[in-house]
Nanobody, 124 residues
Framework: QVQLVESGGGLVQAGEALRLSCAAS????????MGWFRQAPGKEREFVAG????????KYADSVLGRFTISRDNAKNTVYLQMNSLKPEDTAVYYC?????????????????WGQGTQVTVSS
C-alpha cells in the first residue's frame, strides 16, 4: 500500500520559516507528480504547490507565490515544501499528495494518494 508521510510541521511566529517533508514509499516516485495542499479549520482543502515528476515545472497558489518553494529529490523519494515569511493565515493542516497527472493535481486538485497531514500553526 502506498504511503505518504509528512513531517516538519509545528508552531512558529509570523515571519519565521518551516520546511515540510513528505517521504513516499511503495510507489514509483519518479513517475508521479507531487503536491502540497492545506486545510484550515472551517475551510475547504486548497492547493498550495505542485511539481512535475521530473521536477522541471512547478506551480503555486497565488497566496504563497514568492514565499513557498516546492522541490523534490527522486533519489530519496521525498518532496519538500520550504515555507518562508509565514503568516497567521498559513495556519492549516498540510497534506502531501501524489498523482500520475500533474495537470489533474494542480488544476482539479484531486490526487491518487494522500498523506495523513501535518499541522502548521503560525502565531501573530
Amino acid at each position: 500500500q502506498v504511503q505518504l508521510v509528512e513531517s516538519g510541521g509545528g508552531l512558529v511566529q509570523a515571519g519565521e520559516a518551516l520546511r515540510l517533508s513528505c517521504a513516499a514509499s511503495r510507489l514509483t516516485f519518479s513517475r508521479y507528480a507531487m503536491g502540497w495542499f492545506r486545510q484550515a479549520p472551517g475551510k475547504e482543502r486548497e492547493f498550495v504547490a505542485g511539481i512535475r515528476s521530473s521536477g522541471s515545472t512547478t506551480k503555486y497558489a497565488d497566496s504563497v507565490l514568492g514565499r513557498f518553494t516546492i522541490s523534490r529529490d527522486n533519489a530519496k523519494n521525498t518532496v519538500y515544501l520550504q515555507m518562508n515569511s509565514l503568516k497567521p493565515e498559513d495556519t492549516a493542516v498540510y497534506y502531501c499528495a501524489a498523482d500520475y497527472s500533474y495537470q489533474r493535481l494542480t488544476t482539479v486538485g484531486s490526487s491518487d494518494y494522500w498523506g495523513q497531514g501535518t499541522q502548521v500553526t503560525v502565531s501573530s
